[in-house]
């Protein structure tokens, strides 16, 4: 199972912004209610005039396109549509891909440094420890640095693919801000 991370960019009509943040907070609130959803955010603008940026993330493709695909979001959208004359611009992701910059955390902040950190370090122990204990004793015909060079590599694979988006989805109430 691959989570699925969408970006929509999309420009308020001048003097609506405010209304195209309550409207998309409230279709996201729906969304929330899909099968297979995980999370998502609102981006506001910096200044007055640039895009909003949603962030939506399911558990795979396939429920990102229920999502997409039903009558619940076509409302939104024809609503959205009312307070921005500009069409929105898609970006999908594989979320594994994005690891904290795309947190899956309510609100417009990253967690403390601190805390990606912990997080980090929580996935990366265990695998070491692991991997120093039951993988380097059989690879001990190999030359130091050969057998460091396997071992990093599969640290770095098992923690991407396995071990980060799970640690993210269990403790993403510990992340927020």
């Known amino acids: 199972m691959t989570p699925i991370t969408r970006i929509i960019h999309r420009r308020a009509n001048p003097a609506q912004a405010a209304q195209y943040e309550r409207l998309v907070r409230q279709m996201l609130a729906t969304c929330s209610q899909s099968p297979g959803y995980l999370f998502s955010t609102v981006i506001p603008p910096r200044v007055d005039g640039e895009e909003f940026h949603i962030v939506q ?20 959208h024809e609503r959205l549509r009312q307070v921005s004359d500009h069409d929105p611009e898609y970006r999908v992701f594989n979320t594994t891909d994005l690891w904290f910059s795309a947190t899956g ?33 059989l690879l001990t015909a190999l030359p130091f640095i050969l057998r460091m060079m396997l071992l990093t590599a599969l640290i770095v694979l098992a923690m991407h693919w396995i071990v980060m988006p799970r640690l993210l989805r269990w403790l993403a109430n510990w992340l927020k801000p």
């Open 105 to 137: 955390l309510e609100g417009q902040k990253q967690p403390a440094r601190w805390r990606m950190a912990i997080i980090t370090w929580m996935g990366i122990f265990p695998l070491a420890s692991l991997a120093v204990a039951f993988l380097f004793p």
């Open 57 to 76: 993330c399911f558990t795979t493709q396939a429920a990102l396109d229920v999502w997409r695909n039903s009558k619940e979001a076509a409302v939104w």
